[in-house]
């Protein structure tokens, strides 16, 4: 088991650059990996489960200790994120593919990473937890919802197929392992030790597949693709920007602001490039495969600068790197 979890950890440090390399690989031999997309959904099912592995009732407590701060953090995140990503799509003259998956990611919730993050800025664990559950929890109707709203005169927003493909590979696999952990927590908690490998892996996955799914059709290094990148970069640091001053401006302290911060800017990108790959296309996938590389490198700079800054860490430091993986 060591070596799982020391193997697991050495993924996880250098996640960006293991995704990198599985892009390459796939770009230049696609084949190698094409047969992993008719199993994406299991794949992200399976990061679900393992993130409800790690969930106890505890980190729902602040929900109902202090209901308003948890209310807008999710306010923020799905009111932030989706209207920027629609303003972005805006200003850089989108095609349609590629402004229905950067729309995509906005309205995905918060990415499970973002509780890594906060702990280590020094921020609000304990409300980061409680708003990211919520956002997830809540998903399968604010997703396709604001979906509809904002991209729905791009292309056809299927509602209701993505309200029941959310709850199957979201929230059905996060219950069943809250569950788990809730009756089983002693005999199975050996083996959470090997969630940040399975999860990373996963990802690693799912992006080199991603890759190869494109460069078969000709649709990777395009033009209308390659401006993806600074959209992407600007998506997750006027997420960050505007979380922060946002509930900066509502009073909150900066414990709490950081962790709001982290809540809005970082997605669960694993879930929109499996709903792209689903219901759109391979290039509206591209969008979520790079934030998810992009966010794990912003977040981790961001809570290393706040870090070394003065400050006070949560009483709650209940935050399992098995979720590091999983956005």
């Known amino acids: 088991m060591k070596v799982v979890v020391s193997t697991g950890q050495f993924l996880g440090k250098y996640f960006a650059l293991f995704v990198l390399a599985a892009a390459a690989v796939s770009y230049y031999q696609p084949n190698l990996i094409t047969w992993v997309l008719p199993y994406v959904n299991y794949l992200l099912g399976i990061i679900m489960f393992g993130m409800g592995m790690t969930l106890k009732r505890s980190d729902f407590a602040a929900v109902f200790k202090r209901p308003k701060d948890v209310i807008i953090g999710v306010c923020a995140h799905y009111l932030i994120m989706p209207l ?3 303003a972005l799509c805006f200003a850089f ?3 349609p593919a ?11 919730p918060s990415g499970t990473a973002s509780n890594v993050m906060c702990f280590l800025a020094k921020g609000d664990v304990a409300l980061g937890v409680s708003i990211g559950a919520v956002s997830t929890l809540i998903a399968p109707v604010m997703l396709p919802l604001i979906l509809w709203l904002l991209a729905g005169h791009w292309v056809k927003i299927p509602t209701s197929s993505l309200f029941v493909s959310v709850v199957e590979i979201v929230i059905v696999p996060i219950v069943l392992g809250v569950l788990v952990n809730t009756f089983f927590g002693k005999k199975v908690h050996k083996v959470t030790a090997a969630l940040p490998l399975v999860s990373t892996v996963a990802i690693i996955l799912i992006a080199g597949g991603v890759v190869a799914a494109s460069n078969k059709n000709g649709d990777l290094l395009t033009a209308s693709t390659l401006v ?9 640091l006027l997420g960050y920007s505007l979380g922060f001053f946002f ?3 509502l009073g909150m302290n900066h414990s709490k602001s950081r962790a709001i911060t982290f809540e809005v800017g970082m997605q669960n990108s694993a879930l929109g490039v499996a709903l792209a790959m689903a219901f759109f296309s391979p290039v509206a996938a591209i969008p ?5 590389i992009w966010h794990n490198m912003s977040g981790s700079l961001l809570a290393s600068f706040w870090a ?3 400050g006070t860490y949560s009483k709650n430091t209940n935050v399992d790197a098995a979720t590091s993986a999983a956005n």
């Open 84 to 86: 920027v990503a629609f």
């Open 93 to 95: 003259h989108l095609p």
């Open 98 to 108: 590629v402004a229905v998956g950067v729309i995509l990611v906005g309205c995905c």
């Open 228 to 236: 993806i990148i600074p959209v992407v970069i600007l998506h997750n």
């Open 247 to 249: 509930s900066r401006l």
């Open 288 to 292: 979520a495969t790079l934030f998810s």
């Open 308 to 310: 070394g800054k003065k």
